[in-house]
């Protein structure tokens, strides 16, 4: 199975390519973006434990309400949906917060924690082994 396009970013993920193996799934051809494999349920029903993130390096792209991110300060990855942005009196971006689509409270982050951008999700449900499937972000 491949990606082929994100949508909603307007960021091509070429050629990435998804096998599934008896009891993992390799995610390949990934050029410039990484992988990491999600944890908790803190953003289920949209992301779920096994379900693997494509992310995109920040290098200071344009954040807005509703995209998912990966921040990291204090050393655990939180992966979570922005809610709201923060900016200084010059209307620079500073923070803001966010949010699990499952957690009941919000979290504040600073700008210089966000490391990546999610683009896509690789969905496992190795409990049913019934689907492998990509969405885009």
Not at 4 to 27: A, D, E, F, H, I
């Amino acid at each position: 199975q491949a990606i082929t396009k994100v949508k909603g970013t307007g960021t091509p993920l070429q050629k990435v390519s998804v096998t599934k193996y008896s009891n993992y799934l390799k995610v390949s051809n990934l050029n410039d973006y990484g992988e990491m494999t999600c944890c908790t349920t803190s953003m289920s029903p949209v992301l779920n434990p096994r379900d693997i993130v494509i992310e995109e390096k920040y290098k200071g792209q344009q954040l807005k309400v509703g995209m998912i991110i990966k921040q990291t300060c204090g050393g655990t990855p939180i992966i979570h949906r922005i809610v709201v942005l923060d900016y200084d009196k010059n209307k620079n971006l500073i923070g803001g917060k966010t949010k699990g689509d499952n957690n009941p409270n919000s979290e504040y982050f600073k700008l210089n924690c966000v490391t990546h951008i999610i683009r896509g999700v690789v969905f496992s449900d190795w409990e049913y082994d019934k689907r492998i499937q990509c969405k885009n972000y």
